[in-house]
């Protein structure tokens, strides 16, 4: 009996450490497959379409890599990501390998054609992209990797360099204030550092300005309309472009026609507050005659039942004191001045 008994508890003590060693090898084996699985396995919700049968498969360890479905080959290694399409007209767009660096695809390929060398680079537009030097600044490489224009233009974050009609813009903030330029495909300074707007191409016409106020310019950088004015603006509708100067806007054609020769942005009424017969509560009473208008943030009075202009907009906020008084401020700060119904200075 004894000698049987002991063989039991031999053979369950082998039995016992041969299933714990099995656990211990399942257990390793799922805890293997599971870092595989987020290391290595693929996202395929995150994959996406780069130019026809080329596609970007993911993977749960942050990395893509570049597939020719039509020859089943994979043109790249594992890489961090691919940025969109190109833009048009350029089949080129940046990649950005493990190290971080950048460098060009090709979408209609998906093979590399430009290595990873950059620290920051952007899309091919109009045959040259923007890529960052060691000394901080823009240049703008071919897509033979020859550097075209030289790294003169400062880098801003979140602003992106690319060409439009033969121009870049470019940014930088000088004391606080941000200054644009435009640059040409050769490199040129079109438009100086001297201007504090310089907006994208509309309808063939871009606003510029600076210190001393702004102006439109067509496709060739020639001036449309003569002298500066205090705000210029595209209008989508009208297909003109709105012109503010001395708190007065008009509506013109892009070759010079009026169409509109007196513009508003919005009207309000204004209310006071008197007091009610108890003495413990005020009302507000609103006013009948006059209105206020709005041009460009600025503000005017104008007569309620005939519409003539009582006061230009020259005043950033107007508001009720009184019965027949006015607070109307001269700025953005809170100094103002005190006017009657009349638009008249009270001394």
Same mark, same amino acid.
């Given at each position: 009996?004894?000698?049987?008994?002991?063989?039991?508890?031999?053979?369950?003590?082998?039995?016992?450490?041969?299933?714990?060693?099995?656990?211990?090898?399942? #257990?390793?084996?799922?805890?293997?497959?599971?870092?595989?699985?987020?290391?290595?396995? &693929?996202?395929?919700? &995150?994959?996406?379409?780069?130019?026809?049968?080329?596609?970007? &498969?993911?993977?749960?360890?942050?990395?893509?890599?570049?597939?020719?479905? !039509?020859?089943?080959?994979?043109?790249?290694?594992?890489? @961090?990501?691919? $940025?969109?399409?190109?833009?048009?007209?350029?089949?080129?767009?940046?990649?950005?390998?493990?190290?971080?660096? &950048?460098?060009?695809?090709?979408?209609?390929?998906?093979?590399?054609?430009?290595?990873?060398?950059?620290?920051?680079?952007?899309? #091919?537009?109009?045959? +040259?992209?923007?890529?960052?030097?060691?000394?901080?600044?823009?240049?703008?490489?071919?897509?033979?990797?020859?550097?075209?224009?030289?790294?003169?233009?400062?880098?801003?974050?979140?602003?992106? *360099?690319? #060409?439009?009609?033969?121009?870049?813009?470019?940014?930088? !903030?000088?004391?606080?204030?941000?200054?644009?330029? +435009?640059?040409?495909?050769?490199?040129? +300074?079109?438009?100086?550092?001297?201007?504090? @707007?310089?907006?994208? +191409?509309?309808?063939?016409?871009?606003?510029?300005?600076?210190?001393?106020?702004?102006?439109?310019?067509?496709?060739?950088?020639?001036?449309?309309?003569?002298?500066?004015?205090?705000?210029? !603006?595209?209008?989508?509708?009208?297909?003109?472009?709105?012109?503010? @100067?001395?708190?007065?806007?008009?509506? @013109?054609?892009?070759?010079?026609?009026?169409?509109?020769?007196?513009?508003?942005?919005?009207? #309000?009424?204004?209310?006071?507050?008197?007091?009610?017969?108890?003495?413990?509560?005020?009302?507000?009473?609103?006013?009948?005659?006059?209105?206020? *208008?709005?041009?460009?943030?600025?503000?005017?009075?104008?007569?309620?039942?005939?519409?003539?202009?009582?006061?230009?907009?020259? *005043?950033?906020?107007?508001?009720?004191? $009184?019965?027949?008084?006015?607070?109307?401020?001269?700025?953005?700060?809170?100094?103002?001045?005190?006017?009657?119904?009349?638009?008249?200075?009270?001394?």
């Amino acid at each position: 009996m004894k000698t049987n008994l002991k063989s039991i508890l031999n053979a369950t003590w082998k039995v016992g450490l041969g299933l714990t060693g099995a656990g211990i090898a399942v #257990f390793c084996i799922i805890l293997a497959i599971a870092f595989c699985k987020e290391n290595y396995g &693929r996202c395929v919700w &995150r994959d996406r379409t780069l130019y026809n049968d080329i596609v970007v &498969r993911a993977y749960q360890n942050n990395s893509v890599r570049i597939l020719n479905k !039509t020859t089943r080959e994979y043109t790249t290694q594992k890489i @961090r990501w691919v $940025s969109g399409e190109p833009c048009e007209g350029d089949s080129l767009t940046v990649f950005c390998d493990k190290e971080g660096k &950048r460098g060009y695809v090709n979408v209609k390929t998906g093979k590399i054609v430009i290595p990873a060398q950059y620290n920051k680079a952007w899309n #091919f537009s109009e045959g +040259l992209a923007a890529v960052l030097g060691g000394d901080n600044c823009i240049g703008f490489i071919n897509k033979d990797n020859q550097l075209v224009i030289d790294y003169v233009i400062p880098f801003e974050k979140e602003r992106d *360099y690319v #060409f439009e009609d033969g121009y870049c813009i470019a940014m930088r !903030t000088i004391d606080g204030q941000e200054h644009y330029a +435009l640059y040409g495909k050769d490199g040129s +300074l079109a438009l100086d550092w001297s201007h504090t @707007r310089i907006d994208d +191409l509309y309808n063939g016409y871009r606003v510029v300005g600076n210190e001393d106020g702004e102006w439109l310019l067509d496709s060739d950088l020639n001036r449309v309309f003569p002298g500066v004015y205090d705000n210029v !603006t595209h209008s989508e509708e009208c297909k003109g472009v709105f012109l503010t @100067r001395n708190h007065v806007k008009q509506l @013109r054609s892009y070759d010079g026609k009026v169409i509109e020769p007196f513009v508003i942005d919005d009207t #309000f009424r204004l209310e006071y507050d008197v007091m009610n017969d108890d003495g413990d509560a005020y009302a507000q009473v609103m006013v009948e005659d006059i209105l206020v *208008y709005q041009v460009d943030g600025w503000e005017g009075l104008m007569d309620a039942r005939t519409g003539r202009i009582i006061t230009p907009a020259c *005043y950033w906020d107007i508001k009720m004191v $009184s019965k027949d008084l006015l607070l109307a401020k001269l700025g953005y700060s809170n100094e103002g001045v005190i006017l009657d119904k009349n638009g008249r200075i009270i001394k």
